[in-house]
């Protein structure tokens, strides 16, 4: 059972990975970069600034750090444990992806897609009463996930859990939030 979840991961990211092509490169290369993504940060805290009071502005933002403290730990603690190599690092591979990129961490979990659907969805949590649209900025991860595929640096699993990890985590910050502090706000 494990063989044929590892051989349908590997088959899928050969498949997703070459349905790119070089006028798309650029795209994706822009697209995987987290600087890029700053206007979407700087959007996300002005939209927070402008619904929260600075007092509970400040543990809003408070569970938004200690999310992500935890959040890396969990990535690079999963990384380390599992030591999956990146697809662009295995030989039986190499011939058969498109490589643009070449980081040589580990590949499982996915830190792009655990850290974007962390971020995305606990905005998205402490913003579904100010807009309804909210859900729409989860667009953003998905695209940021998708590039990691298209790069060949992840494989479909290490995106779906990072994306489960993720959302899971601002799940839980959310709701201890919701049941620890938002009852006392003044």
Do not use: C
Request: aromatic share 20%.
């Amino acid at each position: 059972m494990f063989e044929k979840l590892v051989e349908w991961d590997k088959q899928t990211l050969i498949y997703l990975n070459n349905l790119g092509s070089e006028q798309f490169d650029a795209f994706w290369l822009i697209t995987t970069n987290f600087l890029t993504w700053i206007p979407l940060f700087l959007f996300i805290i002005i939209l927070l600034y402008r619904m929260y009071k600075p007092k509970e502005g400040f543990w809003v933002f408070l569970s938004f750090l200690s999310m992500l403290i935890v959040v890396t730990g969990v990535i690079f603690f999963t990384k380390e444990y599992f030591g999956r190599l990146r697809p662009v690092n295995d030989s039986s591979l190499n011939n058969l992806l498109r490589v643009l990129i070449k980081p040589s961490d580990y590949s499982f979990i996915s830190g792009h897609a655990a850290s974007s659907f962390a971020i995305t969805t606990l905005a998205a949590l402490y913003l579904k009463k100010e807009t309804k649209w909210i859900f729409l900025l989860l667009l953003w991860p998905i695209l940021f996930s998708f590039s990691r595929m298209y790069l060949g640096v992840h494989y479909p699993l290490d995106i779906l859990s990072g994306m489960l990890v993720g959302t899971f985590f601002a799940w839980m910050f959310y709701t201890m939030h919701q049941k620890f502090r938002a009852p006392y706000i003044m």
